[in-house]
């Protein structure tokens, strides 16, 4: 059932992917399959534009992954909440949401460095500790993207322009293009309009030109502007 509400979502068939998990979910108790139907139900809801169920199926998915200790799917989780709770102060005018938006997302990457550093050390094999520690770095990088929106929300400039500095700085050297994409897109607006600095835009010709380099003979993908950081193609949370 959730590969079956993954592949519809996919397809732009979100009533279909929703009526999937929600059915799915009512008559599942706490497991790994409750973290991944519920973490997918919170993506559909998302793309609905209905935040408050996303955050709903969210903080489900969270609260199962840390009764069951999954630190990981914990870090990934919160960090979605996160966005979706910045997303809903910025809608509704709510500094509260906004502080626990900020909260969150410094759990994010709190959580995710202590991931990579143990990483190396509690992976069950080389090959899985590496994927583990890639992806930990991934999770701080855009926790710190999005903290730096925050920080510009609140107006903390120089938070931002530090937050924003720091997860390009991760990005300079990642392999994962999707990540450095969306890094353009989220860190450039604290850097030039909020913070009102070049620091921020001066590190995108180089992390543009790494984009490019990684993404090779990727057909299909949309340019990404070294100037703006815009691109056509939507990615997913992360």
Not at 28 to 37: A, I
Not at 199 to 224: E, K, L, M, N, T
Request: aromatic letters at 6%.
């Amino acid at each position: 059932l959730g590969q079956l509400g993954n592949t519809n979502r996919r397809f732009g068939r979100y009533e279909q992917a929703k009526d999937i998990l929600e059915g799915a979910l009512a008559e599942m108790g706490p497991s790994l399959q409750r973290v991944e139907f519920s973490g997918e139900l919170g993506v559909v809801y998302r793309q609905m534009n209905r935040l408050a169920d996303a955050k709903r199926a969210l903080e489900i998915q969270y609260n199962t992954a840390k009764q069951l200790k999954f630190e990981r799917a914990m870090c990934r989780t919160i960090g979605n909440l996160g966005m979706v709770n910045y997303q809903l102060s910025q809608q509704n005018h709510d500094d509260a949401l906004l502080e626990l938006a900020i909260q969150q997302l410094r759990e994010r990457v709190q959580t995710a460095r202590r991931i990579r550093e143990d990483g190396g050390t509690q992976g069950p094999d080389p090959k899985t500790k590496a994927a583990w520690m890639k992806d930990a770095t991934t999770w701080e990088s855009i926790g710190l993207s999005r903290l730096s929106l925050c920080y510009a929300a609140r107006g903390n400039t120089k938070e931002a322009l530090a937050a924003a500095l720091e997860s390009l700085n991760i990005a300079s050297s990642s392999e994962d293009f999707t990540m450095v994409a969306i890094l353009l897109r989220t860190c450039i607006a604290p850097g030039r309009t909020a913070c009102g600095s070049t620091r921020v835009v001066q590190h995108v010709p180089r992390v543009h030109a790494r984009y490019c380099a990684v993404q090779g003979a990727f057909r299909g993908a949309s340019p990404v502007s070294a100037r703006t950081g815009r691109s056509r193609r939507r990615h997913g949370s992360r």
